[in-house]
Each structure stands twice: as C-alpha cells, then as structure tokens.
C-alpha cells in the first residue's frame, strides 16, 4: 500500500538542471532514510545520494558538488536538485524509501519508484 512516484525527469543539454521529486503515499508510521538510485543502459544500479530523517546525506562521488538531495517530511517528498548535468548521468533514476507501516512490531522496509527517465544530450 505504500507507493512513491517519481517525477521531473526529461531532457536537457550538458550544463543543464533538472530537479527531480518523489511523493511516497500510504499508511505509514514514518519514513526513515530516502534516497535516489539510478541505472543507465548495460550497467547496474547504483546509488546517488540518501538522506536520513535528521536531514544527513550522503552522495556518491560522481555527483557530490552537482546533486543535492533534500526532503520535505510534511509533504513525504525527496528531492534531487541536479546542475551541472554531464551526458553520463544518463540513466533511469529510482527513488528509494525506507518504510515504517507499523508501530509493533517496528519493521521497516524498502520501496521503489517506478522510475524516471533523464536524458543528458546535446
């Protein structure tokens, strides 16, 4: 019952920005860590950046200084601030929650988007 829906993906030029959003719905206790994964053609998924509850983040390091990720609690939303986009951050990004639905026992779990397609290409 818990869902996240990933939006603002597109295409954009070398130097460009985009800003990316994912709303996680349903019934919830809380939502613990977020973050944003992606995965280009041919290659695995690997992670871009979380951030925990307390606002911590982490960044993978070809993206730390270009991303940043944010969250709004009252609106369960995380974002994904990205500037200074190069053609190899192409890929279909994944928005990634860690979930508490119940207050006993406490037992959190993971959900993903969908997916969002960016697309960095002059």
């Known amino acids: 019952q818990v869902q996240l829906v990933e939006s603002g993906g597109g295409l954009v030029q070398p130097g460009g920005s985009l800003r990316l959003s994912c709303v996680v719905s349903?019934?919830?206790?809380?939502?613990?860590?977020m973050g944003w994964y992606r995965q280009a053609p041919g290659k695995q998924r690997e992670l871009v950046a979380t951030?925990?509850?307390?606002?911590?983040?982490n960044y993978a390091d070809s993206v730390r200084g270009r991303f940043v990720i944010s969250r709004d609690n009252a609106k369960s939303t995380v974002y994904l601030q990205m500037d200074s986009l190069k053609p190899e951050d192409t890929a279909v990004y994944y928005c990634?929650?860690?979930?508490?639905?119940?207050?006993?026992?406490?037992?959190?779990?993971?959900?993903w988007g969908q997916g969002t397609q960016v697309t960095v290409s002059s």
């Open positions: 951030i925990t509850s307390r606002s911590g983040t």
């Open positions: 349903g019934r919830m206790v809380s939502i613990v860590t």
């Open positions: 990634n929650a860690e979930v508490v639905i119940s207050t006993w026992p406490l037992r959190p779990s993971d959900y």
